[in-house]
C-alpha cells in the first residue's frame, strides 16, 4: 500500500478567512479553507494512504486527493522533488550547447548615450562595461547586426522553434538609428526567413522623431521608455538640461502613433523619494501606456540600508495595489515570482527562466561581435564568427547553471523555484563571482512575494 506525506516544499501563508498553500518549487497555488488547512497540518510528519485520506475527506476527496498529488502538496513517502530540478538540470547541462533554450537576442547597438543620469544601471554592473566604454562611441554596423541575427535565426529553426525575438539596447540605441531602420527593412517580421520576429527596444525616449514612431508601429516594435517618475529632476542630457517634458512629449506622439509603449521605472537610492506609484499609474492610464515595470535598484549595497529596503517594499506594494484597482499591469522580475507561484507565468522548466533570461535563453552582441548572457555579466562567450562555439563554452554553462543554486541559502526558501536573485552582472562587480547569494536582497523578495500573496484573489 503506498503511503504519502505532506512535501517539506508545501508553503502556507494564513488569512483572516483562508489559507494561501503553495510549492516552493513548482508554484500550483490554492486557497482552501482553515479546516482543510488544519487536516493537511494533521498529516505532517506522518504518512496517510489514499484509502485513508477518502475516510477522512468522504465530500469531494476523490478530486481532492488527485488535486493534491498533481500540486505535489502530497508526495510518495521519503520522496524528494527536488530530484525533478536535478534532472531538469542534467538535460541542460547535456543538451545546452545545441541552442535549445535560445530565442532572446540583445543587440547592443551603442554605449553612448545623450543623457547623463546619475543612476545609470551602467554604474551597478560588471567590469565588462567599463571595458565596452573604452569602445562608447562605436556603434554596432549593419554587418555585425544582420550576421547575429541570421546566425540566430539558423540556430532556432535547427531546433524546431519558430520565434525569435530581438531586443535593441544600449547606452541609447537611438544614437544608431540607422542601423535599427536597416535591420527592421531587411528581416521585417522575419516571414521571408521562415520564423516570426518580435522586436523591441528600451529607451530613453528622447530621440524619437516621426519616422522612428511610424516604423516602429510598422513593425510592432514594443517601445520601453525609461521613465521613473513625472518630476524626476536626475534624468538630465548630457549638457545638464532636463529632459522630462521633451520624453513625457513623446510618449504621446508614439502612442498617437498607435505604439505599444510601456515605462520602465527605476526604484533605487536616488529615485526613491521622487518616485509617486499613484501619480506614474494615472499618468500611464492616461497616456494609454500599456504597463509599467518597476525595477529594483542594480546596486547591491543599497540593501543593506533597513530603511531603504523598507520603503521600496512599502512603495512597490503600494502602487502594485493601485495598479490593481485601476486594472493597470504593473510588473517587474519581482512580479515574476509572483506569477509563477500563482500560474499566471509558467515555472522554469517550462519557460526556460525564472526572473532572468541570462540564464540560457538570451545572448547579447556587443558592437564589436563579442557575445555575452546580457549587457551586465561580464564573462565573454565567444565571437560571432561562431556563436555556435560560444553556445558550447564553459561560461554559457555557468550562467545557465545557476538558475538553481544549492546553498544553504536557497534551498528550503520560500521562494526557491521563482527568484533568479540579484542580477548576475551585480554579483560579479562585487564578488567576482555569480556563485554567491546576496542575502541583503533576499528579504526585499520574500517580504514582497508575502505581502502580495495576502493581498491575491483569484478572478476566476
Not at 223 to 243: C, H, M, W
Request: a negative charge; hydrophobic letters at 35%.
Amino acid at each position: 500500500m503506498e503511503l504519502f506525506s505532506l512535501s517539506n516544499y508545501l508553503r502556507s501563508i494564513k488569512r483572516e478567512n483562508d489559507v494561501v498553500l503553495y510549492h516552493s518549487l513548482f508554484g500550483n497555488l490554492s486557497i482552501v479553507d482553515h479546516q482543510q488547512f488544519d487536516y493537511l497540518q494533521s498529516i505532517d510528519h506522518k504518512t496517510v494512504s489514499y484509502k485513508k485520506f477518502m475516510t477522512d475527506n468522504p465530500t469531494g476527496g476523490k478530486v481532492l486527493f488527485h488535486f493534491y498529488r498533481e500540486s505535489f502538496y502530497l508526495v510518495p513517502e521519503g520522496y524528494d522533488e527536488f530530484n525533478i530540478i536535478k534532472e531538469d538540470t542534467n538535460y541542460r547541462t547535456v543538451h545546452l550547447k545545441s541552442g535549445y533554450l535560445f530565442r532572446q537576442l540583445q543587440l547592443i547597438m551603442s554605449h553612448a548615450c545623450n543623457f547623463r543620469c546619475s543612476y545609470c544601471y551602467e554604474r551597478d554592473l560588471s567590469t565588462k562595461t567599463g571595458f565596452s566604454k573604452a569602445v562608447a562611441h562605436t556603434n554596432m554596423s549593419f554587418d555585425i547586426a544582420r550576421k547575429s541575427i541570421a546566425e540566430s535565426i539558423s540556430i532556432i529553426k535547427e531546433n524546431d522553434h519558430s520565434n525569435l525575438h530581438i531586443e535593441f539596447f544600449g547606452g541609447e540605441p537611438l544614437l544608431n538609428w540607422n542601423t535599427i531602420k536597416e535591420v527592421l527593412s531587411y528581416f521585417e517580421n522575419g516571414e521571408a526567413f521562415g520564423i516570426i520576429i518580435n522586436y523591441s527596444i528600451t529607451t530613453n525616449g528622447s530621440l524619437i522623431n516621426q519616422e522612428i514612431a511610424a516604423l516602429f508601429r510598422k513593425y510592432d516594435v514594443t517601445i520601453t521608455i525609461s521613465f521613473d517618475s513625472l518630476d524626476n529632476e536626475q534624468r538630465v542630457y548630457a549638457n545638464g538640461k532636463p529632459s522630462n517634458a521633451d520624453v513625457i512629449e513623446n510618449i504621446r506622439q508614439l502612442r498617437n502613433a498607435g505604439n505599444y509603449v510601456t515605462i520602465n521605472a527605476t526604484l533605487s537610492k536616488e529615485t526613491l523619494d521622487s518616485f509617486d506609484g499613484v501619480s506614474l499609474i494615472d499618468f500611464a492610464i492616461d497616456n494609454n501606456i500599456q504597463m509599467i515595470g518597476l525595477i529594483l535598484d542594480l546596486d547591491i549595497e543599497a540593501y543593506n540600508l533597513p530603511a531603504y529596503k523598507k520603503v521600496i517594499i512599502d512603495k512597490i506594494i503600494d502602487s502594485y495595489i493601485y495598479a490593481q484597482k485601476k486594472q493597470f499591469p504593473v510588473v517587474g522580475y519581482w512580479y515574476q515570482i509572483f506569477s509563477q507561484i500563482t500560474g499566471e507565468q509558467d515555472i522554469a522548466m517550462l519557460s526556460g527562466y525564472k526572473t532572468c533570461p541570462a540564464t540560457g535563453c538570451k545572448l547579447s552582441i556587443e558592437p564589436d561581435g563579442r557575445i555575452f548572457v546580457c549587457k551586465g555579466p561580464g564573462n565573454c562567450l565567444g565571437n560571432l564568427e561562431n556563436m555556435r562555439q560560444a553556445l558550447a563554452s564553459v561560461h554559457y554553462l555557468n550562467y545557465t547553471n545557476s538558475l538553481y543554486k544549492e546553498n544553504d541559502t536557497c534551498r528550503g526558501c520560500d521562494i526557491e523555484g521563482f527568484c533568479s536573485g540579484v542580477c548576475m552582472g551585480s554579483l560579479e562587480k562585487k564578488y567576482g563571482t555569480i556563485n554567491m547569494v546576496e542575502k541583503s536582497t533576499c528579504d526585499v523578495y520574500k517580504s514582497l512575494i508575502r505581502k502580495l500573496l495576502m493581498t491575491y484573489e483569484r478572478n476566476n
